[in-house]
T-cell receptor, first 111, second 115 residues
Framework: RKEVEQDPGPFNVPEGATVAFNCTYS??????FFWYRQDCRKEPKLLMS???SGNEDGRFTAQLNRASQYISLLIRDSKLSDSATYLC????????????FGDGTTLTVKP | EPEVTQTPSHQVTQMGQEVILRCVPI?????FYWYRQILGQKVEFLVS????????KSEIFDDQFSVERPDGSNFTLKIRSTKLEDSAMYFC?????????????FGEGSRLTVL
């Protein structure tokens, strides 16, 4: 089983749609969770951290379910500029230097 | 806005040759990392570096890899004898605190092609 597993995608949605991505992790000792965004052939950039209580940043909402070991990202009112690959990142507390990335889920928003 | 810079942006080398990839992390950051991404695959952790020593490394980071912070600004990744399978994009990253406390800032990457 992969350490971090994401929805395989790709997701193709019209502008204005709401889309949700899921990510599961295998190690219950996981401590910190993030969503990064990667545009084609570019470096990953932090989209948002994921907190136990859930957090929202504009059109983006991240949720964490420790009992089921998954995190989610919800994007409301999709824009063309949201087209990218979304990377789920998990860090185990004992490996504070190592971030484990999921394979990524690709989103294409169409006019 | 401060950024992580990497050189070269693209390097082509023959199998068996040594390669050094260079990175200048953000100046007040204390933690430094190398990741790689083979084309079409996921981002993979190689190594983290703090207080002038390696703090974590992955199974990928074997004896042919080494890292160094030769001065106060550069952070380098050396591959001693490149193999075809080392062809990938190599990303340097830095962070103010440990990776589990906040954002990793990535450079634009160095694409390595081994022939």
């Amino acid at each position: 089983r992969k350490e971090v597993e994401q929805d395989p995608g790709p997701f193709n949605v019209p502008e204005g749609a709401t889309v949700a991505f899921n990510c599961t992790y295998s190690n219950s000792a996981s401590q910190s969770f993030f969503w990064y965004r990667q545009d084609c052939r570019k470096e990953p950039k932090l989209l948002m951290s994921v907190y136990s209580s859930g957090n929202e940043d504009g059109r983006f909402t991240a949720q964490l379910n420790r009992a089921s070991q998954y995190i989610s990202l919800l994007i409301r009112d999709s824009k063309l500029s949201d087209s990218a690959t979304y990377l789920c990142v998990v860090i185990y507390n004992t490996n504070a230097g190592k971030s484990t990335f999921g394979d990524g889920t690709t989103l294409t928003v169409k006019p | 806005e401060p950024e992580v810079t990497q050189t070269p942006s693209h390097q082509v080398t023959q199998m068996g040759q040594e390669v050094i990839l260079r990175c200048v992390p953000i100046s007040n950051h204390l933690y430094f990392y190398w990741y790689r991404q083979i084309l079409g695959q996921k981002v993979e952790f190689l190594v983290s570096f703090y207080n002038n020593e390696i703090s974590e490394k992955s199974e990928i980071f074997d004896d042919q890899f080494s890292v160094e912070r030769p001065d106060g600004s550069n952070f380098t990744l050396k591959i001693r004898s490149t193999k075809l399978e080392d062809s990938a994009m190599y990303f340097c990253a830095s962070s103010e605190g440990a990776a589990n406390t906040g954002e990793l800032f990535f450079g634009e990457g160095s694409r390595l092609t081994v022939l």
